[in-house]
């Protein structure tokens, strides 16, 4: 078969299978956002064990409630990546100093106003 004979078949073969390849592409779909799940999970979870399961404020331990927080309010030397891109970045960069873990209360308390309400005291941004 050749080129123009094998794009005429696709053509015809995609017409007449359109259901069942849309209901392989939906579970192509669920598959690959399960896998990112769990790869992103694994990944978190590998960073909070470098930098701390838990709050250094507030001891809070819930995974769910975690986050890294750039010490000094110093984002720029992640480069403003976020959520995966930023897990990735601090492992790839072999867990650079300036970060720590807060839970995200902690973490906007000090952000906004230069103090965490269950300490009291200013801290580093």
């Given at each position: 078969?050749?080129?123009?004979?094998?794009?005429?078949?696709?053509?015809?073969?995609?017409?007449?299978?359109?259901?069942?390849?849309?209901?392989?592409?939906?579970?192509?779909?669920?598959?690959?956002?399960?896998?990112?799940?769990?790869?992103?999970?694994?990944?978190?979870?590998?960073?909070?064990?470098?930098?701390?399961e838990k709050c250094v404020c507030c001891g809070e331990a819930a995974?769910?409630?975690?986050?890294?927080?750039?010490?000094?309010g110093n984002g720029k030397t992640a480069g403003n990546r976020s959520?995966?891109?930023?897990?990735?970045?601090?492992?790839?960069?072999?867990?650079?100093?300036?970060?720590?873990?807060?839970?995200?209360?902690?973490?906007?308390?000090?952000?906004?106003?230069?103090?965490?309400?269950?300490?009291?005291?200013?801290?580093?941004?």
């Open positions: 078969m050749n080129k123009e004979e094998t794009k005429v078949y696709m053509k015809n073969y995609r017409a007449v299978h359109k259901e069942e390849l849309q209901k392989d592409r939906e579970l192509n779909k669920e598959n690959k956002r399960r896998v990112d799940k769990a790869r992103h999970k694994k990944l978190r979870q590998e960073v909070l064990g470098h930098y701390g995974l769910e409630f975690l986050a890294i927080d750039h010490i000094g959520g995966d891109k930023f897990y990735r970045w601090l492992k790839a960069n072999n867990w650079p100093a300036g970060f720590r873990t807060l839970c995200h209360n902690c973490n906007q308390a000090i952000g906004y106003y230069g103090y965490c309400p269950h300490t009291g005291k200013k801290v580093l941004l």
